[in-house]
């Protein structure tokens, strides 16, 4: 259970606890606007456990959620097919292609729906983000679990071989959520060549956009040689709109209308149509934001490393560390110190999940760090 909220005031001295930590800036300050937005960045308390985006959607995002109230008696049919034909453009499909969802979680259930029953496979990595394995439970599905690679990578090439006829659908997180580890463009290609094309392979990308290393390619590169493969994205992490819900998928035609088949009717409303049309407009804010959590990432890191803690290196906007024993007793300090970070993976039981949050809220979090998990704790294991 959670504790109260905090009031503003002692939410600002828990951030003011951490002012002190001299480390070097990177060169993308956020902008007094970015920082003046306690909206999007107090809430309860200091929430580092879900891998949002602190600074909120771009302003023109947010100029057109507003407007949105001229049409809230409206269906937003229009909406919703102009937002169709505008993520057809962007990735060069036809519309027909394009399945919204509310959040890519919907989309992730509607795949679980159309391509699993009782006793068909779904393979997936041991850990990555739990929603295919949770809703294909509905369905009967059997799960096979891949563990990582030593270096916390999934294992394409034992994913692939799992895939035998009695498998339906495999996923592949990529970046993967919890670990912030990519696939290269070589091992992606290699995997999508290898899987039958009677399985369904979902790409989730959700944390596409933060990702700078030259290996990584989106799966977008096959889309048109690959007819079993679904790209999902959302609109949840770098254009900070978690709370509006809108996500999508891409795929062949023939597996879009599969998929279409389990989404409820009317699933996006007309406020989030709106803004993600605005966002797509405005690509400089995606640019900007990668900057910033790229900022906080390397700041994070170098603080982890002056501790001389272990942790995962990551391409996007959360990273894993060490803690060196048991996490929940560490999660559940955190909490009482009213910073929530990432829950327990059971796989990888000695390591914490902390979201990128904003220049304050990393410091609290660093200085609550040294406290909850001191750093010759973490090493001594
Ligand atoms: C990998 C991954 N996929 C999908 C989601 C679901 O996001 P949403 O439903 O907000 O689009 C999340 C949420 O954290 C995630 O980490």
Redesign the pocket.
């Known amino acids: 259970m959670l504790r109260p909220p905090l009031t503003r005031r002692q939410f600002t001295s828990t951030l003011g606890s951490g002012l002190g930590a001299a480390l070097v800036d990177g060169p993308f300050l956020p902008s007094r606007a970015e920082a003046a937005r306690p909206a999007f960045a107090a809430g309860d308390g200091v929430r580092l456990n ?3 985006n602190p600074y909120g959607p771009s302003p023109a995002a947010l100029q057109a959620m507003n407007r949105a109230e001229s049409t809230a008696a409206r269906y937003p049919d229009q909406d919703e097919e102009r937002l169709t034909e505008a993520i057809a453009r962007l990735h060069g499909v036809e519309p027909d292609r394009v399945v919204l ?8 259930q509607m795949a679980d729906m159309a391509f699993l029953g009782p006793g068909r496979k779904v393979v997936v990595a041991e850990p ?2 739990e ?1 295919v394995l949770g809703y294909a439970g509905v369905t009967k599905a059997e799960p096979v679990k891949v563990p990582l690679t030593a270096e916390f990578r999934h294992d394409l090439p034992r994913m692939a071989a799992a895939c035998d006829a009695g498998a339906g659908l495999v996923y592949v ?1 990529n ?3 919890p670990t912030g580890t990519i696939v290269s463009r070589d091992e992606l290609g290699a995997f999508l060549e290898r899987v039958p094309p009677s399985v369904a392979v979902l790409v ?1 990308e ?2 596409h956009h933060f990702v700078d290393d030259p290996r990584y390619a989106s799966a977008f590169e096959w889309m048109g040689k690959a007819p079993n493969l679904i790209v ?1 994205r ?4 770098v254009y900070g709109m ?1 709370g509006m ?3 999508y998928a891409v795929a062949s035609k023939e597996n879009a209308a599969a998929l279409r088949a389990h989404a409820a009717w009317s699933n996006a409303n007309a406020a989030v149509l709106a803004a993600a049309l605005a966002s797509l407009a405005e690509p400089e804010h995606v640019t900007r934001q990668r900057a910033l959590n790229r900022d906080m990432r390397e700041w994070l890191g170098r603080a982890l490393e002056h501790d001389g803690r272990r942790y995962i290196p990551s391409h996007t906007n959360f990273l894993m560390l060490d803690v060196g024993g048991d996490v929940q007793p560490a999660i559940d300090a955190f909490r009482d110190r009213k910073i929530l970070v990432g829950r327990k993976f059971p796989s990888l039981p000695n390591w914490l999940r902390v979201s990128m949050g904003t220049r304050p809220e990393m410091e609290a979090f660093v200085d609550a760090l040294r406290v909850v998990v001191p750093a010759r704790a973490a090493r001594a294991s």
Request: glycine residues 14%; negative net charge.
């Open positions: 879900s891998n949002e969802g509310c959040g890519s979680g919907e989309v992730l990555t983000f929603a997180c970046p993967n959520n989730d959700a944390y999902v959302t609109f949840s992490k978690a819900r809108l996500g």
